[in-house]
């Protein structure tokens, strides 16, 4: 067989050329790697959160390195959706990759009026080559300030009003990025589907402590942090089979991907797409790296598309 293999994944109504996407909160809005990476080897960038309002996040320090991976409690830090739209969506517009822009907010009606002005600051077409908003991947690991501030990915009921509430208003690819900190990851999955997702992001960080025994004090600001690195890995992957078995919804896997052999732990796993974050900040190109990684195992064994192997160690 020779080089052509198809590494397309079909998002709801839009296509990304590859499967391999940069994280949100590893890859700012995209500018801030420009020279150290080729966007055309990334199939999407997934931009650091947006919020109606800009916020400063959580008092330092925000970053801590643990064994095999890191905590960090930024605290959804941006400049919100005006600025967003006016400094950073230019610039958006320019790469040849998808762009996936993250929503985050406080109550439903937070996240409904970020969608609402994005799409009327985007009033293009779906565009796979990244003139345009591709999607949005809704960040559920937010507070809800109207429930008692419980993650509004804790309550599966939850997670389909928001998601139902969201469809409404977009015709582009709605992701629900879903958190690891819940029971079962199965049903906020399906919930996230029954709401009109066209598909779902896991695992978002794990809560995690460190504690600095000198001081008796935690070492994070904000005491508590997300967990991510090599380190989550096997429970990212773990959550996608339960996802896989559980949705008919694309999956895009994420936790401690940092070569193509993990990556493709996730999507043997079901996932159709992943996304690297962690290992951005260790080398930036990582992600392209990834991408021809797994362009040549297909091409070792004789795969001509992705899909071909997409689940197939848990089917």
């Known amino acids: 067989m020779g080089a052509n293999v198809d590494l397309s994944v079909r998002i709801g109504n839009g296509t990304l050329a590859n499967p391999v996407g940069v994280a949100s909160g590893t890859f700012g809005y995209g500018g801030e790697y420009e020279g150290l990476v080729d966007f055309s080897d990334i199939g999407a960038i997934y931009t650091k959160a947006v919020t ?37 969506l230019p ?37 796979t080559n990244g003139s345009g908003i591709f999607g949005y991947e809704v960040n559920v690991s937010c507070p809800n300030v109207h429930h008692g501030g419980l993650a509004f990915g804790t309550d599966p009921a939850q997670v389909e009003r928001l998601t139902s509430s969201l469809r409404e208003l977009t015709k582009r690819p709605l992701i629900i990025k879903l958190t690891p900190n819940v029971t079962d990851i199965a049903v906020v999955a399906k919930a996230a589907e029954a709401g009109g997702a ?68 996730y999507i043997l796993a079901g996932a159709s797409a992943v996304q690297i974050g962690t290992a951005n900040f260790v080398n930036p190109k990582t992600a392209g790296l990834v991408s021809s990684g797994i362009r040549e195992y297909c091409i070792g064994n004789g795969i001509s598309s992705l899909k071909e192997i997409c689940g197939v160690a848990v089917d």
Do not use: H, W
């Open 198 to 265: 066209d598909a779902v992001s896991l695992i978002n960080t794990l809560v995690g402590m460190v504690i600095d025994v000198k001081t008796r004090k935690p070492v994070l600001g904000a005491k508590t942090g997300g967990l991510s690195g090599p380190a989550v890995r096997p429970v990212g992957v773990a959550l996608t089979c339960k996802a896989r078995r559980a949705v008919s919804i694309p999956i895009i896997g994420m936790g401690g991907i940092s070569c193509a052999d993990d990556a493709l732990q």
């Open 91 to 127: 610039y958006l517009r320019t790469l040849p990759c998808a762009v996936v822009v993250n929503v985050a907010g406080a109550s439903e009606d937070e996240y409904r009026r970020v969608v609402e002005r994005l799409e009327s600051g985007c009033l293009d077409s779906v565009d």
């Open 52 to 88: 109606l309002e800009p916020r400063g996040g959580n008092a330092p320090p925000r970053l801590v390195e643990t064994p095999s991976g890191i905590l960090n409690s930024i605290g959804l830090a941006n400049v919100g959706v005006e600025k967003f739209i006016s400094d950073k």
